[in-house]
């Protein structure tokens, strides 16, 4: 090959690529959602040893998508409910190919200035549509686990501040954290606690329903005293369920600890004017996480870190170099997240919530919930199975009679394809859990749904 790249050799290869992102999208409604082969078989499918010579790009791309094609599992099907993964709305997916083609390290704000600017004001549109204080750093990660990890370094420093130590000094020379969740306290959190030196949160008690105790944690909290990280919860995996935030976050301010809210897909009821109440008292926290491509339904990778002191974010996470541009009256986009290479993510958040304007996610987010409900409401009509939870957001949790029972229907649902819900354990049941996150799934989606939930439970023999 000539080593000349050339501006129609990536008109060629992208026009490839176009293709084949049709040919999938037009698939996405009526595909199974299984994949057809296992990483093993796409393994075969793929060149095991670097040839000597390379290829043109159009041929690699050809390649790419021929060999990878039998491997992908339709995430962004209407009827995909194993994982809280949204869909992609159109401007999103668009703009995020324009993100890799601008080729921007959103980073410095003198550096990539159009990067930094629709960041910024995708940022403000957020804390507006969710009920956040003004003036809040936004940060925008790889997804709700680093969201979780960037406040969590801010509040680690803050507290630690608070007490009289030095945060640059190490966790090791600071006064013990204290670390408290309720007993639902999900992985992404109990991970960035210790990727954050905290250790796995110690854990105050829940409800039915995974809500915090409350007077578990006003007891946690009196027991002991030093610097001290709450951690609470917007949408529970299971239930959907949402931490009695007003209650919560004044026995914990009055505990003199740092409050953060993961919300990872639960952030966004605070938009809809329905559902707000099952985040009343939200805004109080002093930290929140959310990820954007799930409820928002924006590409991968587009997590939400907020932090209502920007100046306690910029000084956990802030680092300067004589080297690196810098407007020194203005903070840089890596001044509020852990990394300083990154593309910008922002970007298509901005373009999805232009897309909707504000009545469309107040529509996407009702939707959701409304599809759940819905779901919930037609699992209740076949006989032999028990939806476990209270609906109140976008989770829905179904049950046959015995756990091996609902662990078949399960297994066969995902292997017939019409439907993909992920089998999990909750309040020591096998459950089917399904997590609406798409804005595809629409009332006739629902409808196959059931109807493919119907055909399992007969072909299983489950019966009332």
Not at 254 to 264: E, F, L, M, Q
Not at 285 to 314: F, Q
Request: proline share 5%.
């Amino acid at each position: 090959m000539d080593d000349g790249v050339t501006v129609e050799q990536y008109r060629e290869a992208l026009e490839v690529a176009h293709r084949h992102a049709l040919s999938w999208l037009e698939a996405l409604a009526d595909r199974p959602i299984r994949p057809e082969t296992d990483a093993d078989g796409i393994l075969t499918r793929l060149p095991d040893v670097l040839p000597d010579e390379g290829m043109p790009p159009t041929a690699v791309v050809e390649e790419l998508a021929d060999a990878a094609g039998p491997g992908l599992i339709a995430l962004g099907s209407p009827r995909f409910y194993g994982l809280v993964i949204g869909g992609t709305y159109p401007a999103a997916l668009a703009s995020d190919w324009l993100v890799s083609a601008w080729d921007q390290n959103a980073g410095a704000r003198q550096l990539t200035p159009a990067a930094a600017a629709v960041e910024e004001v995708a940022a403000s549109w957020l804390l507006e549509l969710l009920g956040l204080p003004a003036g809040s750093g936004v940060g925008f990660v790889t997804g709700g686990t680093m969201a979780n990890f960037t406040c969590l370094v801010a509040a680690r420093d803050a507290v630690v501040r608070g007490a009289g130590a030095d945060p640059a000094a190490g966790i090791q020379q600071a006064p013990v954290i204290r670390f408290l969740a309720g007993d639902a306290v999900h992985v992404s959190m109990v991970l960035a606690g210790r990727l954050a030196g905290l250790g796995a949160p110690r854990t105050v008690g829940a409800d039915d329903q995974g809500r915090i105790d409350v007077g578990g944690l006003e007891r946690a909290l009196a027991e002991g005293t030093g610097p001290a990280i709450v951690a609470l919860q917007a949408g529970d995996v299971h239930s959907g369920a949402f931490d009695d935030f007003a209650n919560a976050v004044e026995v914990a301010h009055r505990g003199g600890a740092w409050v953060h809210v993961d919300g990872a897909f639960g952030l966004w009821a605070a938009a809809s004017p329905r559902l707000k109440r099952l985040v009343a008292g939200l805004a109080g926290a002093d930290s929140w996480a959310t990820d954007a491509h799930k409820t928002l339904n924006v590409p991968y990778d587009c997590g939400v870190a907020i932090v209502r002191d920007e100046a306690a974010m910029t000084a956990a996470l802030g680092a300067h170099a004589a080297y690196l541009p810098a407007i020194m009256s203005v903070s840089d986009p890596y001044d509020r997240v852990p990394e300083f290479s990154r593309r910008a993510r922002g970007v298509p958040v901005w373009a999805a919530l232009r897309s909707l304007g504000r009545d469309g996610v107040v529509a996407l987010i009702d939707g959701l919930a409304d599809a759940a409900a819905t779901l919930a409401a037609g699992f209740g009509e076949i006989p032999g199975l028990e939806v476990l939870n209270d609906v109140v957001f976008t989770q829905v949790c179904l049950a046959a009679p015995d756990d091996a029972m609902t662990a078949a229907l399960g297994e066969w649902l995902r292997d017939e394809g019409t439907v993909w819900a992920s089998s999990s354990v909750w309040r020591g049941r096998t459950a089917v859990r399904f997590a609406v996150s798409n804005h595809g799934t629409d009332a006739e989606a629902v409808r196959r749904t059931v109807d493919a939930v119907a055909r399992g439970a007969a072909a299983l023999g489950i019966e009332g």
